[in-house]
């Protein structure tokens, strides 16, 4: 990645849209799109194409005060296909007139450009890849969390603490033979230690991972016809999301709905599936009994958790036929209807639709079953990936080590003091860019399309 070319690239998401954006980045920008006063800006403007013109919106951004740090050009032009293949024809041309390198951007790179130039440091730019292929509430709120720096303000408030110990430990060690220079006690340094220790441990105590955001259970509620299943879908969701009726056959498709189940470490937000009932010894299943039972065995397969439903009077049915060989998913056995059992030695969760017993029993047992993890990003709690939760583990370890020596009996060397707070800095500086392998950043703008 050369960052003194200038790159092109289409901005806007894929598929037909009545505009496309075009954005340019680059020392040769304002040149290539004929820009001759550079104010920062959006206007109308025009651009020609043989003898026609036609009509554009153009935003220029002189650097370092943009985005990436470059002088950007964007062109909101009319989105056909062929008009767009014409004017990034005419840019190309427009480039090789001047003997200027113009080439396609490759992915990511205007946000690495945006890190490369200091307009952002890492973690924001792993914020804004979040954002993009962000699906879900939680998961937008996360990516927001990190591209508005929360998490780098936080490393880097604990980094310049850890570079005031280290040099008040190493000033021990230069400058012994000097009056005014008074290096850190021993218990002093203890005492800030701990006190970095307390941090980094409660933000990952209270910390949940954007790949565990990205994880929804899915939950099917799967049993004969007319065995409650509909009315208990109902129930668990506090609202009428499906018809309920004596007559069995009643539900004919798959609906589906989020529900979130709250527990003392947060809530964890499932894919509620009901299903329509079937009969697995039905002799002459006709055509559209065999369409259900296709599309409930689609369900069943792609399940996390399944609720088997049975009616009073009534044996669990047999899904064998219905799973894979060697499928590992869970089963809960729920009893549906429990208030017209009179006597009921069904053995299963209980659970009643009119009187309501049993519901807050089901919803504690589908969060046991599934792990009891939330994976949902809470006021409390504070989203970062792996990566992250790795370098605030190992920096939390290494101080964890040197705690350990500087409050043992006998003290240790104090080189080997500042060279653990060295040891932990440059852990953290994985974390916000300063000491970042290229592997790193590889992998970080890997994940990017091409225009972003």
């Not at 690239?9 to 340019?24: E, Y």
């Not at 109902?234 to 007559?247: F, I, K, Q, S, Y």
């Not at 043992?408 to 800095?425: H, I, K, N, Y």
């Amino acid at each position: 990645m050369n960052v003194a070319d200038t790159i092109i690239a289409i901005g806007s998401p894929p598929g037909r849209s009545q505009r496309t954006l075009l954005r340019l980045a680059g020392p040769d920008a304002f040149r290539v799109c004929r820009i001759d006063r550079p104010i920062r800006g959006l206007r109308s403007s025009t651009f020609t194409l043989a003898d026609h013109s036609l009509p554009v919106l153009c935003f220029v951004a002189p650097g370092p005060a943009s985005y990436t740090g470059d002088d950007v050009v964007e062109l909101l032009v009319p989105g056909g296909g062929p008009i767009v293949e014409r004017i990034r024809s005419e840019l190309d041309d427009q480039a090789d007139r001047l003997g200027v390198p113009l080439r396609q951007a490759s992915p990511g790179e205007y946000t690495a450009r945006a890190y490369l130039n200091g307009r952002i440091d890492l973690l924001q730019a792993e914020g804004i890849s979040e954002t993009i292929r962000a699906e879900t509430d939680s998961q937008l709120r996360a990516a927001h969390g990190l591209s508005g720096g929360g998490l780098g303000d936080f490393a880097r408030e604990i980094a310049a603490e850890i570079i005031r110990l280290a040099g008040l430990v190493e000033a021990g060690i230069d400058f012994t033979d000097q009056e005014d220079v008074v290096a850190i006690p021993l218990d002093e340094l203890i005492i800030s230690i701990r006190s970095l220790l307390d941090s980094l441990r409660g933000r990952l105590d209270r910390s949940i991972t954007i790949e565990r955001l990205d994880s929804v259970p899915v939950v099917t509620l799967v049993g004969r016809p007319n065995a409650g299943k509909s009315s208990l879908f109902n129930a668990l969701l506090g609202l009428e999301r499906t018809v309920v009726a004596d007559v069995a056959g009643t539900t004919r498709d798959v609906l589906a709905e989020p529900l979130q189940i709250d527990g003392e470490d947060g809530a964890l937000e499932i894919l509620l599936l009901d299903g329509a009932g079937f009969d697995p010894v039905n002799p002459n299943p006709g055509h559209l009994e065999l369409a259900m039972e296709r599309r409930i065995g689609e369900a069943l397969r792609r399940s996390d958790l399944l609720l088997r439903c049975t009616a009073p009077n009534e044996e669990p049915i047999d899904l064998g036929p219905f799973l894979d060989e060697g499928s590992d998913v869970r089963i809960l056995d729920v009893l549906t209807k429990c208030d017209l059992a009179v006597a009921d030695d069904r053995r299963g969760i209980r659970t009643s639709t009119t009187s309501s017993p049993g519901l807050g029993s089901l919803t504690g047992s589908i969060r046991d079953a599934l792990g009891g993890t939330t994976n949902v990003l809470g006021d409390d709690r504070f989203a970062m990936n792996q990566r992250h939760q790795s370098v605030l583990r190992r920096c939390a370890e290494t101080l964890e080590e040197l705690l350990s020596l500087a409050d043992g009996e006998d003290a240790p060397p104090v080189e080997f003091l500042a060279a653990l707070l060295r040891q932990a800095l440059d852990e953290l500086g994985m974390l916000i860019g300063r000491v970042t392998p290229d592997d790193v950043l590889d992998q970080v703008f890997a994940n990017f399309c091409v225009g972003k």
